[in-house]
């Protein structure tokens, strides 16, 4: 250990060498600050091995002195260790046998940060923002993100039982989940909903997103589609090249996303290069605020350049470009090194003053018409948009997710309820609409599960109702695809966009700046 410990102190010394060689003549002040504070931490590290009284593992020791260093910098710097990186590097690639969720550690708890529609977690009512307490009667306290992973992910068919905590509900949930293999689709659906109106799901940037998107648009051109709605909710981003790819689709001519940052080889303007896929044709875009980085870039272009109408929430506002350096211990250090900018000269990164605040705050300030929009920038066509607080929709349309609606997911008793109806159903067709009839059996099971509620409650959810419901029960008798055709039908972000293919016309025909 002392001999690893000496070899790791010899070569922080070489890179600080280095870098103090390299670096420019006027920063001779700075030089200096990092040398003496460098030489305290290596001193530090010297102390600890020969004094401390306990046993050390110094490879998480200074893994974890790096990860607490970069957070100090922004929300998205990071390290990843050797395990933590490979698995980053097979998530954009392949697939893997876990419970299909997206975590990470937000004010030093394991919370879940998104979860794959087609894994086991979704159909069980597993949502963002809940915090993991345990993982097989396992404490999650102490546990880092790679523990935390690897005890979620391992055999295909094996249980895996976890307790969360969600806000608004005092006792904690817990659910029993069984591994499948999880396949992350760039596109996990695609279809007409009308005999004009196509529809694409995008969920997230990976090797396969270009590909995706191309089948998806092929097909429905051949369906005879004139309109099409392109659903970015919930996509967290990914891949800055298919980010770009995917706008040009849209976009044909013109810039697409800037990159800035201190140094010149972080300066980057990226441009559509090819011929649109979708030209001339009316477009409407989802958005909702855990559509973040790709998904904003994707936006933005749109919006900038007058492609297309936006509807549905503020996004995220992570326009933050991090760089991959490679550690020899085969770890790898995130950090940022530039900002994205759309074509109109806009910031998308929201402004960051701590990690609470900037994963919980914006949240609790929902419905506030106080908060600031930032800087004024403007469209080709001379529309006003707005800076620094991600991608501002051109129609804001709130879609939330009641506490009532959470009880009943969390229990699994729409779950529940859409299996036994599809047992007592077999013949029911994909005609079937939730009507009262089918609204009255859940009720009356309802009842019989003992579930608390009042009929305001219900009223007040009834759309909510109808869309869970028809996604529930449609997937179980079919497949995720049919499920989602049905309960379309009951989003109110999509309806109203269905609303606004003429103001998404009448858009295209505006006279553009050159």
Same mark, same amino acid.
């Given at each position: !250990?002392?001999?690893?410990?000496? &070899?790791?102190?010899?070569?922080?010394?070489?890179?600080?060498?280095?870098?103090?060689?390299?670096?420019?003549?006027?920063?001779?002040?700075?030089?200096?600050?990092?040398?003496?504070?460098?030489?305290?931490?290596?001193?530090?590290?010297?102390?600890?091995?020969?004094?401390?009284?306990?046993?050390?593992?110094?490879?998480?020791?200074?893994?974890?002195?790096?990860?607490?260093?970069?957070?100090?910098?922004?929300?998205?710097?990071?390290?990843?260790? +050797?395990?933590?990186?490979?698995?980053?590097?097979?998530?954009?690639?392949?697939?893997?046998?876990?419970?299909?969720?997206?975590?990470?550690?937000?004010?030093?708890?394991?919370? &879940?940060?998104?979860?794959?529609?087609?894994? #086991?977690?979704?159909?069980?009512?597993?949502?963002?923002?809940?915090?993991?307490?345990?993982?097989?009667?396992?404490?999650?306290?102490?546990?880092?993100?790679?523990?935390?992973?690897?005890?979620?992910?391992?055999?295909?068919?094996?249980?895996?039982?976890?307790?969360?905590?969600?806000?608004?509900?005092?006792?904690?949930?817990?659910?029993?989940?069984?591994?499948?293999?999880?396949?992350?689709?760039?596109?996990?659906?695609?279809?007409?909903?009308?005999?004009?109106?196509?529809?694409?799901?995008?969920?997230?940037?990976?090797?396969?997103?270009?590909?995706?998107?191309?089948?998806?648009?092929?097909?429905?051109?051949?369906?005879?589609?004139?309109?099409?709605?392109?659903?970015? $909710?919930?996509? #967290?981003?990914?891949?800055?090249?298919?980010?770009?790819?995917?706008? /040009?689709?849209?976009?044909?001519?013109?810039?697409?996303?800037?990159?800035?940052?201190?140094?010149?080889?972080? !300066?980057?303007?990226?441009?559509?290069?090819?011929?649109?896929?979708?030209?001339?044709?009316?477009?409407?875009?989802?958005?909702?605020?855990?559509?973040?980085?790709?998904?904003?870039?994707?936006?933005?272009?749109?919006?900038?350049?007058?492609?297309?109408?936006?509807?549905?929430?503020?996004?995220?506002?992570?326009?933050?470009?991090?760089?991959?350096?490679?550690?020899?211990?085969?770890?790898?250090?995130?950090?940022?090194?530039?900002?994205?900018?759309?074509?109109?000269?806009?910031?998308?990164?929201?402004?960051?003053?701590?990690?609470?605040?900037?994963?919980?705050?914006? $949240?609790?300030?929902?419905?506030?018409?106080?908060?600031?929009?930032?800087?004024?920038?403007?469209?080709?066509?001379?529309?006003?948009?707005?800076?620094?607080?991600?991608?501002?929709?051109?129609?804001?349309?709130?879609?939330?997710?009641?506490?009532?609606?959470?009880?009943?997911?969390?229990?699994?008793?729409?779950?529940?309820?859409?299996?036994?109806?599809?047992?007592? /159903? +077999?013949?029911?067709?994909?005609?079937?609409?939730?009507?009262?009839? &089918?609204?009255?059996?859940?009720?009356?099971?309802?009842?019989?599960?003992?579930?608390?509620?009042?009929?305001?409650?219900?009223?007040?959810?009834?759309?909510?109702?109808?869309?869970?419901?028809?996604?529930?029960?449609?997937?179980?008798?079919?497949?995720?695809?049919?499920?989602?055709?049905?309960?379309?039908?009951?989003?109110?972000?999509?309806?109203?966009?269905?609303?606004?293919?003429?103001?998404?016309? /009448?858009?295209?025909?505006?006279?553009?700046?050159?």
């Amino acid at each position: !250990m002392k001999n690893k410990l000496k &070899v790791f102190i010899i070569i922080a010394g070489l890179i600080l060498a280095v870098f103090t060689l390299s670096a420019d003549d006027g920063s001779n002040n700075e030089k200096s600050d990092l040398q003496k504070y460098f030489k305290d931490y290596t001193t530090a590290l010297a102390i600890i091995e020969s004094r401390y009284s306990g046993e050390v593992d110094f490879e998480e020791l200074v893994g974890l002195s790096i990860q607490r260093m970069l957070q100090t910098l922004d929300p998205h710097s990071s390290y990843a260790d +050797p395990k933590a990186f490979a698995r980053m590097q097979e998530d954009q690639t392949g697939y893997f046998y876990g419970i299909g969720i997206t975590i990470s550690i937000r004010n030093q708890r394991t919370t &879940v940060i998104s979860v794959v529609e087609t894994g #086991p977690s979704y159909r069980l009512g597993l949502r963002a923002g809940d915090m993991i307490d345990s993982i097989n009667g396992k404490s999650t306290a102490g546990l880092s993100l790679n523990e935390a992973v690897s005890m979620l992910r391992g055999p295909e068919g094996e249980p895996v039982t976890i307790t969360v905590r969600r806000q608004g509900m005092s006792e904690p949930l817990k659910f029993e989940i069984i591994r499948e293999k999880i396949v992350e689709e760039a596109v996990p659906y695609y279809f007409m909903f009308d005999d004009k109106t196509g529809y694409i799901k995008l969920e997230r940037f990976s090797k396969r997103t270009e590909r995706d998107m191309i089948e998806a648009i092929e097909s429905l051109k051949k369906q005879n589609m004139k309109q099409l709605v392109l659903d970015l $909710r919930d996509n #967290p981003g990914g891949l800055l090249t298919q980010a770009i790819d995917v706008s /040009n689709m849209f976009v044909d001519k013109g810039l697409i996303v800037s990159v800035k940052g201190r140094d010149q080889r972080d !300066m980057a303007a990226f441009s559509a290069k090819k011929e649109a896929l979708v030209k001339d044709m009316p477009l409407v875009v989802i958005v909702n605020e855990n559509s973040a980085s790709g998904a904003e870039i994707v936006a933005g272009a749109i919006q900038d350049h007058d492609r297309g109408i936006l509807i549905g929430e503020s996004t995220f506002g992570k326009g933050l470009v991090q760089t991959i350096f490679r550690l020899n211990s085969g770890g790898a250090v995130y950090l940022t090194t530039a900002r994205y900018y759309t074509p109109s000269g806009r910031l998308i990164q929201r402004e960051y003053t701590g990690i609470y605040d900037y994963y919980v705050g914006r $949240r609790l300030n929902e419905g506030n018409s106080e908060i600031p929009k930032g800087e004024v920038f403007k469209t080709d066509a001379g529309r006003p948009i707005y800076s620094g607080q991600g991608i501002s929709p051109d129609y804001e349309l709130e879609q939330k997710f009641t506490v009532f609606l959470g009880r009943l997911v969390t229990k699994s008793l729409i779950y529940n309820f859409a299996g036994e109806f599809v047992r007592n /159903n +077999p013949d029911m067709t994909k005609s079937m609409d939730i009507d009262d009839k &089918v609204l009255n059996k859940f009720k009356e099971y309802l009842k019989k599960n003992e579930f608390e509620f009042t009929d305001k409650e219900f009223e007040e959810n009834i759309d909510g109702l109808k869309y869970r419901l028809a996604d529930d029960i449609f997937t179980r008798r079919w497949d995720r695809q049919t499920g989602v055709q049905h309960a379309i039908k009951f989003d109110k972000q999509f309806q109203k966009g269905l609303e606004l293919f003429k103001e998404a016309r /009448n858009l295209l025909k505006q006279p553009k700046k050159k």
